[in-house]
């Protein structure tokens, strides 16, 4: 009798087990399934391979490399103070820092420990590893970017966030950053309770589309030659910061644009605040970011206009009279003094007092169209973040003072991408072209995506053969009788502009003591191959004049890029109908 009711008891349970089991998979059947599956099939991303970023003739700049790193799932490791005392020594690291992290991230499973490990560094992670068996650490490769030519244009190509994410923080990085990143594909695969693989699923995988390359306009050479030299300057004059631009006044292509001092875009910004604001300062590209009064390298735009208006000729003569002359309540004064000029003696002596007296014919009205037709008080279009407009008040704004002050580079306030651009117009036959730094972006499979190879003109501003005698009149011979001596170089007939400009404070005038030199110019003089700036901002010594501290750095530069793009030296005749007397 007892059997009987055992087993009947026993038959009972069974029979409401096999309902409920009935009842469980009529109900909730999909999602334990779903459930099951989720626990032994984990998905992981497949990183796309960041784009490249390459010069004019193709060389990388930019590139992406696999490199090991390596990260802790802190909730396999059981004794957190040894796992971190044991791998710090090796990785380089504080050892209480590391614990300390482990802890705060004791919940997570993935925790980056340490990005580049060099061989030597990880073959003494791993010894450690395994002997102390801390299964907690494992190793992992991941893309970063490469820099074959150091930091080579750093503040043009940019940097990137330093984690798996690589986001642009800067220049090309930045403004590219969709088309440089690409699409993270997908892979999933069998694991266990511990999320270790076991075996992949092969028929899911979603393949990464990996990120476009960006061909620039730079090019690495020239760009070397400007870096030097700049750097030469800077450290020679104590200069706060310089920047020098090398252009193809043909096409607007920027073959050069180098800031000093400059960063490396692997370094790291330290945490400390003054040592931080530092670093953040040398990444700032201060050849589209900075503003400042250009001072006399922003005579020729005003005087070309003029001609281009035929209110005044370049033989014409002015009554100087100086070196101080009186025009209303405000004095403006010459270097040296001159009796009389000629009007592109004007220019190559660079008499504030003669370009007064222009401005005084001119009128503001006339001005004001004059440099706006060059471009200035706008974004040139380059499209690298960061751009600055400069500073050009709106004619109601202007006063009586800004009649001479406009044309001897007062009372506006320019970038050095803004100066060399409208510079071009008078480099080439009198058209301003937007500025280019991207010739195209191509995908991987060859697709062009952005072809950016063709010239933009933004508008004619003088007439060609203004442009072509401007040139060879006034601004050639501004380098080889007057201010530009300096930059002049054998064989090759150098034209160009000479500035000093004192540095204006907001809201406190300018300040003692501070100025910006600056030489704008290019070569040959008859058919010119190169436009090239060069600004040296707050020299530290005695000597300051554009024509003394930037001059000679531009010279260099310019004769830098004639001998490597392969222009042949000019002929003595050649010279001489540059300059006709």
């Not at 490990?117 to 190793?139: I, K, N, P, T, Y």
């Not at 970017?145 to 930045?174: M, N």
């Not at 490396?264 to 590209?285: G, S, V, Y």
């Not at 201010?483 to 300018?510: D, L, W």
Request: glycine content about 10%.
């Amino acid at each position: 009798m007892r059997m009987h009711l055992v087993l009947g008891l026993v038959g009972a349970l069974l029979l409401a087990g096999a309902g409920k089991l009935a009842w469980v998979e009529y109900a909730r059947g999909g999602e334990l399934r779903a459930q099951a599956q989720a626990q032994h099939t984990a998905s992981m991303v497949v990183p796309a391979q960041r784009g490249d970023i390459l010069d004019a003739r193709g060389r990388v700049l930019v590139g992406s490399v696999r490199r090991p790193m390596v990260f802790a799932d802190p909730t396999r490791i059981a004794d957190v103070r040894y796992a971190a005392y044991s791998v710090a020594p090796v990785l380089e690291l504080d050892a209480a820092a590391l614990e300390r992290t482990l802890r705060e991230r004791g919940d997570a499973q993935y925790v980056v420990i340490k990005r580049d490990l060099s061989d030597d560094m990880l073959r003494a992670f791993e010894q450690v590893r395994d002997s102390r068996r801390l299964w907690g650490f494992r190793v992992q490769n991941e893309s970063a970017r490469d820099y074959p030519y150091g930091g080579l244009a750093a503040h043009v190509v940019g940097f990137v966030q330093r984690d798996t994410s690589q986001a642009g923080l800067s220049g090309i990085e930045q403004a590219y950053e969709r088309v440089l990143h690409g699409v993270d594909g997908r892979r999933w695969a069998t694991v266990d309770r511990q999320r270790r693989r076991l075996r992949p699923l092969t028929e899911q995988y979603e393949p990464p589309l990996d990120g476009a390359t960006v061909v620039l306009t730079i090019d690495a050479g020239i760009q070397q030659a400007a870096e030097k030299h700049l750097r030469e300057a800077v450290e020679k004059f104590s200069v706060e910061w310089g920047a020098a631009l090398v252009m193809d006044p043909r096409s607007g292509e920027v073959l050069a644009l180098a800031v000093e001092p400059g960063f490396h875009p692997l370094d790291t910004i330290p945490p400390d605040e003054k040592l931080k604001h530092r670093a953040l300062e040398r990444r700032r590209n201060r050849a589209i970011a900075d503003a400042f009064e250009p001072g006399s390298i922003f005579k020729p735009f005003v005087a070309s206009a003029a001609l281009d208006a035929g209110i005044v000729r370049l033989d014409e003569w002015f009554e100087i009279n100086g070196p101080r002359r009186a025009f209303g309540r405000r004095t403006i004064q010459d270097v040296h003094p001159y009796a009389r000029l000629q009007f592109f003696e004007v220019i190559s002596k660079s008499s504030n007092i003669g370009m007064g007296l222009l401005g005084q014919r001119a009128g503001n009205a006339r001005l004001s169209e004059w440099v706006r037709r060059f471009g200035f008080g706008q974004l040139t279009g380059i499209g690298l973040p960061g751009e600055s407009a400069g500073l050009l008040a709106d004619l109601d704004q202007w006063t009586s003072f800004s009649t001479q002050s406009i044309p001897i580079g007062q009372e506006i306030s320019v970038t050095p991408l803004q100066m060399l651009t409208a510079f071009c117009a008078l480099s080439n036959d009198g058209v301003l072209y937007r500025p280019r730094i991207v010739r195209g972006v191509v995908r991987t499979d060859g697709t062009v995506v952005e072809d950016c190879s063709q010239p933009v003109a933004v508008r004619r501003v003088v007439r060609a053969e203004i442009a072509h005698e401007f040139r060879q009149r006034a601004l050639a011979e501004t380098v080889r009788t007057g201010t530009g001596k300096g930059a002049a170089i054998p064989g090759y007939q150098v034209f160009g502009k000479t500035g000093t400009a004192q540095v204006a404070e907001r809201g406190r005038g300018y300040t003692a003591g501070s100025y910006v030199g600056s030489f704008v110019g290019g070569a040959p003089a008859g058919e010119p191959r190169v436009a090239v700036l060069v600004s040296l901002y707050k020299p530290g010594g005695r000597a300051y004049y554009g024509g003394t501290i930037a001059a000679p750095t531009a010279g260099r530069i310019i004769g830098d890029a004639l001998e490597y793009l392969g222009v042949q030296p000019e002929s003595s005749a050649e010279f001489g109908a540059a300059v006709p007397r």
